[in-house]
């Protein structure tokens, strides 16, 4: 609260720019009636306490809230799917909250009892952004509950996907017990073990040494049949589908090792490998946790449904009666709220309809739609209520249809990875080097010497190194990654990112940001008094590029117009202070006043002569110029929207001549396009997208990537997400990847060296378990630290470590 | 010497208990969300004595 004049240009809820003055209370200035709302209730309640942890800690409230939005939630059949229990007194509900972000979110959803009294406790849950409620529904309903949530700025997140997963998402916690389960038998036989490495033989006491050696055998069980279990399953995954991965040496070297060690201990030959096989397997399960530490609050797998509300307010009789969306029919009435998505193909029957496309078709413009005509599922009215009637239900619509394309049945197909390969290679050495060794004593007439050989050849050269490698180097390239708010699904990406040739972009949405566009004046100097005229006659249209220039000009007082006429798609007239004015399209003036075509132009004509022109062109994201001068030099390029070609110019510079650009382009020639792309042509296909236009495209290249506005969760199904303020470093990232492929070979290499030491005692079959034991956790230490610091290097080198914090 | 063995045999139990505590900590759900508590530990007592109160109102 020290910078003053901070607070008197930001929103003191949200921290957006404040961009007129009339908004506030006390002294504190608001962006918007939304925010100013969220701030007044919490004043009311006494909890400001929010504001002073974080200065500006809420989500931008920029939408009129209806009164009846969540009337829905009074019905019992949805309640039953969304309460996962329930007694005579009190309910439990958890709710998915996407704007969860600091701790004060933390704070204030933990203290939402003093909004709503029903409300018994709260408890938030900030890595999955949930929050469990647990409230008696004699005092509150659902409702009021959604209602207090939503009022305070947390929207909750409601859909047609999450319903039916019952209590929220549930983690995975296997890897833990298995985890802490190998770790505890390895400490401890290690411990077993370590009398053995400095007492020479004879020494120890016979009772002793059995003991110690049984209590080894037992502790090595769990490790083997519990805690190793990923290990057989995953090689044996791959032997059935005729497949050799790097999971099946490292299994084959675990189970000789084990086998051999029983062997030497029944037979009181020897102490057994048991202490280095249940350290690998400790080492190994951390190095899987440390790269499947994937995020758990976003979902890579959205569907249409995820996008769609869970319920529509459908008329009957004159009675609004909420229906859930799949029990809505053809001619039913519905009824839509501004800033909610339309779920279904319904022709508009009453209210003044201004429907966002862009995220279904990716056409930038807000289209405006007439009573009788058909609005396509997907569309988001922006203001007003409206009125449909159904045409197609859900299931059926235009929008959805695309989610019967084969590509979203399609299982994935196995990826064989280089390492993979590697491990393979790998694998074929060791076996012929075992084999020789064994071969060359037998010769000599050793057959205990050849088993000794054999068997330790197999032991130490098990790949584990490189699984090592490979597992903590990606592990830690997804957390530099997440730090820089790019989330891959899985490490596999990873790989498959330094290996792409060509990209594909969307425009919409991905370069260009969503929300705003660009409005530049080109003409004659024109006074204070001609501007407010032609705001003046804007102001009578609702066409979208009317109201984006009106909305340019910023003007307030409005003239008199008489004679106002709109011709449909060509501009609008009407005489305003005795002068006649003509806004619109250049056949509709009959001129131009600048003669280059780019963005969208309204021409303004004032007594017949043309005095200027506003062009309304597309925002582009913030470093777009730069990643595209990048990512030019490396791969090629191509651009292929749904919307119209007015920045066909520009695109074409900014990529190029050689690159292909189309427009026009729907969701399914998209998918081709990348199909195309990659059977033709052999490409490997990164696609970057972000509407639901682009999921078939995303779902059919190599790899997709979603691009999402801050705050926003809602990304089309793809292999990775990237937050829209980063969308420059897009290149960065791929080298960075490419690099990391690179640390993975140079520390397997450099690890191999302890490999080869091992062998060198192991084909003169006098491998002890002294050896083995040291070199088992220098080898990994070793790579652990190689890889963390590599990394890190590379990390510094490519400038994406400042932005830890 | 023998003692050694029943050394060991406490010392395994001692770090066995250790186990069942990292398991029962794991069941519990303590590594499901590790950035909550974080945040959670910094809040004045502020809260917890609202969330009594409502307990002794119920």
């Known amino acids: 609260m020290s910078n003053s004049k901070a607070i008197s240009t930001l929103c003191y809820h949200c921290g957006n720019e404040v961009n007129s003055n009339n908004i506030s209370s006390g002294n504190k200035v608001f962006c918007c009636n939304g925010c100013k709302m969220v701030y007044e209730i919490l004043q009311s309640k006494d909890l400001c306490n929010y504001y002073d942890m974080n200065q500006r800690p809420g989500v931008v409230q920029d939408k009129s809230k209806q009164s009846n939005k969540y009337s829905f939630l009074d019905n019992t059949e949805i309640q039953q799917k969304l309460i996962h229990f329930s007694n005579n007194e009190n309910s439990q509900v958890t709710f998915y909250l996407p704007q969860i972000h600091c701790s004060s979110c933390l704070w204030l959803l933990e203290n939402i009892h003093k909004v709503n009294e029903g409300i018994v406790s709260s408890r938030v849950n900030f890595t999955k952004k949930e929050v469990f409620i647990v409230f008696n529904h004699q005092q509150t309903t659902l409702r009021s509950v959604v209602e207090s949530l939503d009022g305070i700025g947390y929207e909750p997140y409601l859909s047609l996907n999450e319903i039916g997963k019952k209590g929220g998402s549930k983690t995975d916690r296997t890897r833990w017990y298995k985890i802490g389960i190998s770790g505890f038998c390895f400490a401890n036989i290690m411990m077993m073990s370590l009398a053995d490495y400095f007492v020479s033989e004879n020494v120890i006491d016979y009772k002793i040494e059995l003991f110690f050696k049984s209590i080894s055998l037992l502790l090595s069980l769990p490790v083997l049949f519990y805690s190793a279990t990923e290990f057989f399953t995953s090689a044996w995954y791959g032997l059935k589908n005729k497949y050799l991965n790097i999971d099946f040496p490292v299994a084959m070297a675990l189970v000789i090792t084990f086998l051999r060690s029983f062997y030497e201990i029944v037979n009181g030959a020897g102490n057994g490998y048991l202490d280095s096989m249940s350290g690998i397997v400790f080492f190994m399960l951390i190095g899987r946790w440390l790269q499947s530490r994937t995020y758990q609050t976003i979902s890579f797998d959205r569907d249409y449904k995820s996008f769609f509300p869970i319920a529509l307010n459908v008329i009957k009789e004159g009675v609004i009666i909420p229906t859930e969306i799949s029990k809505v029919t053809a001619n039913d009435v519905i009824q839509v709220y501004s800033n909610e998505i339309i779920p279904v193909d319904a022709i508009l029957s009453k209210g003044y309809a201004r429907i966002d496309y862009s995220f279904v078709s990716g056409e930038s413009l807000p289209i405006q739609v007439e009573i009788g005509e058909l609005i396509y599922a997907g569309g988001k009215q922006l203001d007003g209520l409206l009125e449909l009637v159904v045409v197609k239900e859900v299931s059926q619509s235009y929008l959805t249809n695309l989610w019967n394309n084969p590509v979203f049945n399609k299982k994935q197909p196995l990826r064989h990875s280089a390492y993979d390969t590697i491990g393979k290679y790998f694998t074929y050495a060791v076996l012929a080097i075992g084999f020789i060794a064994g071969m060359y004593w037998l010769e000599l007439g050793e057959t205990k010497l050849m088993w000794n050989a054999i068997t330790t050849v197999l032991i130490v050269a098990c790949p584990c190194a490189l699984l090592l490698s490979q597992n903590y180097t990606n592990g830690n390239i997804l957390r530099i990654f997440g730090l820089n708010k790019f989330y891959l699904r899985s490490p596999e990406i990873i790989e498959r990112l330094s290996q792409i040739n060509h990209i594909v972009l969307d425009k919409t949405g991905t370069l260009t940001q969503t929300k705003g566009s660009n409005v530049k004046y080109l003409g004659k100097v024109i006074d204070q008094t001609t501007q407010s005229d032609i705001a003046s006659l804007l102001k009578q249209s609702s066409h979208p590029a009317s109201k984006l220039v009106s909305e340019f000009l910023n003007l307030h007082n409005v003239s008199d117009v008489n004679n106002f006429k709109e011709t449909e798609g060509q501009g609008i007239e009407g005489w305003v202070n005795e002068k006649h004015i003509k806004i619109g399209s250049p056949v509709f003036i009959g001129g131009e006043y600048y003669q280059e075509k780019q963005g969208t132009k309204l021409i303004v004509s004032i007594d017949g002569n043309i005095i200027g022109e506003y062009i309304i062109s597309n925002k582009y994201r913030f470093g777009v110029s730069r990643l595209i001068q990048s990512l030019k030099k490396k791969y090629t390029l191509s651009l292929i929207s749904g919307d119209n070609d007015t920045e066909l110019t520009h695109i074409q510079e900014l990529l190029g001549k050689e690159s292909d650009v189309f427009f026009n382009q729907s969701p399914q020639q998209k998918l081709d396009y990348v199909q195309e792309l990659q059977s033709a042509h052999h490409l490997n296909v990164m696609m970057i997208g972000d509407g639901l236009n682009d999921s078939g495209a995303l779902k059919q290249s190599d790899i997709g990537i979603a691009v999402a506005d801050t705050g926003n969760n809602f990304t089309p199904s793809s292999d990775g997400v990237i937050d829209s303020s980063k969308l420059a470093n897009l290149n960065t990232f791929i080298q960075f990847a490419i690099a990391g492929k690179k640390i993975i070979l140079i520390t397997f290499s450099i690890s191999a060296i302890y490999n080869i030491i091992g062998l060198y005692f192991a084909v003169q079959g006098i491998l002890s378990p002294v050896v083995a034991a040291i070199l088992m956790p220098c080898s990994s230490i070793t790579i652990i630290a190689l890889t963390y610091g590599l990394t890190e290097w590379l990390s510094k080198y490519y400038h994406l470590e400042e932005i830890t914090k | ?58």
């Open chain 2, 1 to 58: 010497m023998s003692v050694i063995i029943i050394l060991l045999i406490v010392s395994l139990l001692i770090a066995g208990g250790f186990l069942m505590g990292f398991l029962w900590s794991v069941k519990d759900g303590q590594f499901d969300d590790q950035k909550s508590p974080a945040h959670r530990i910094l809040f004045d007592n502020e809260l917890k004595i609202n969330q009594s109160n409502i307990k002794n109102t119920k």
